[in-house]
Antibody, heavy 114, light 110 residues
Framework: EVQLVESGGGLVQPGGSLRLSCAAF????????MNWVRRAPGKGLEWVAQ????????YHLDSVKGRFAISRDDARNSVYLQMNSLRVEDTAVYYC???????WGQGTLVAVSS | VVMTQSPLSLPVTLGQPASIFCSSS???????????LSWYHQRPGQSPRRLIH???NRDPGVPDRFSGSGSGTDFTLKISRVEAEDVGVYYC?????????FGQGTKVDI
C-alpha cells in the first residue's frame, strides 16, 4: 500500500528540539518533492518546508527559517524535519505530504508548552 | 500570494448543490502554462485529501459530484449534490511559487 507514516512528535518545552520522521511505503521517494505541512489548533493549514529531488532545492516558511531544517535520506526512503528553538506557536499536527499534496501521512502532534 | 476563500462557513442541505469560492492575489498561471490551484478536504481527525488539482482535474477516487472551475485569479469548487460524508473543512491552495499558501478554509456542515 502506498502511504506515508510520520513519527517523532510529542510534548516539549519552549526552546526545546524535536526531530520528525516521515517514512514512505509502496513507492520510491527519490523521484519526488517532499513537504511538511502543519495545522495548529483552531487554525488552517500551513506549508512549512519543502525539499526537491536529491535536495537540489530547499524551502522553509519565513517563521521557521533558522530554526527548522528539512532533509531527506533516499536510501532510507525517509524525510525529516529537525525542529529547534521551538515556540508555543509551533504547536500543531505536522503532516508529511508528497509533491503538490497528492499523498499525505496521518500526522504527528507536536505540543510546545511549559 | 494571498488566497481568500468565501464563505468561511457553509451550511448545506443533503442532496442540494454547494459552491465554495477562492481568489488569489496574483495570477496562478505558471510559466509552463498550467494553473496551479488545488482543492483539499479535511474531515475532523483526519489528514487532508486532495480533491482537485490544476483547477479542474479530479484526483483518483474522488466522486464526480466534485468539480473545479476558474482561471487566472478566481476559482470555484462545486459539489453537485451534497452527501453526509462531505462535511469538514475545504481549502484552496496555490503552488506556483514559495511559499505555497492555503485559503482560510471553508467549514461545511449539514
Amino acid at each position: 500500500e502506498v502511504q506515508l507514516v510520520e513519527s517523532g512528535g510529542g510534548l516539549v518545552q519552549p526552546g526545546g528540539s524535536l526531530r520528525l520522521s516521515c517514512a514512505a511505503f509502496g513507492f520510491t521517494l527519490n523521484n519526488h518533492w517532499m513537504n511538511w505541512v502543519r495545522r495548529a489548533p483552531g487554525k488552517g493549514l500551513e506549508w512549512v518546508a519543502q525539499i526537491k529531488e536529491g535536495g537540489r532545492e530547499i524551502y522553509h516558511l519565513d517563521s521557521v527559517k533558522g530554526r527548522f531544517a528539512i532533509s531527506r535520506d533516499d536510501a532510507r526512503n525517509s524525510v525529516y524535519l529537525q525542529m529547534n528553538s521551538l515556540r508555543v506557536e509551533d504547536t500543531a499536527v505536522y503532516y508529511c505530504a508528497r509533491e503538490r499534496g497528492d499523498l499525505w501521512g496521518q500526522g504527528t502532534l507536536v505540543a510546545v508548552s511549559s | 500570494v494571498v488566497m481568500t476563500q468565501s464563505p468561511l462557513s457553509l451550511p448545506v442541505t443533503l442532496g442540494q448543490p454547494a459552491s465554495i469560492f477562492c481568489s488569489s492575489s496574483q495570477s496562478l498561471v505558471y510559466s509552463d502554462g498550467d494553473t496551479y490551484l488545488s482543492w483539499y478536504h479535511q474531515r475532523p481527525g483526519q489528514s487532508p485529501r486532495r480533491l482537485i488539482h490544476k483547477v479542474f482535474n479530479r484526483d483518483p477516487g474522488v466522486p464526480d459530484r466534485f468539480s473545479g472551475s476558474g482561471s487566472g485569479t478566481d476559482f470555484t469548487l462545486k459539489i453537485s449534490r451534497v452527501e453526509a460524508e462531505d462535511v469538514g473543512v475545504y481549502y484552496c491552495m496555490h503552488s506556483i511559487n514559495w511559499p505555497w499558501t492555503f485559503g482560510q478554509g471553508t467549514k461545511v456542515d449539514i
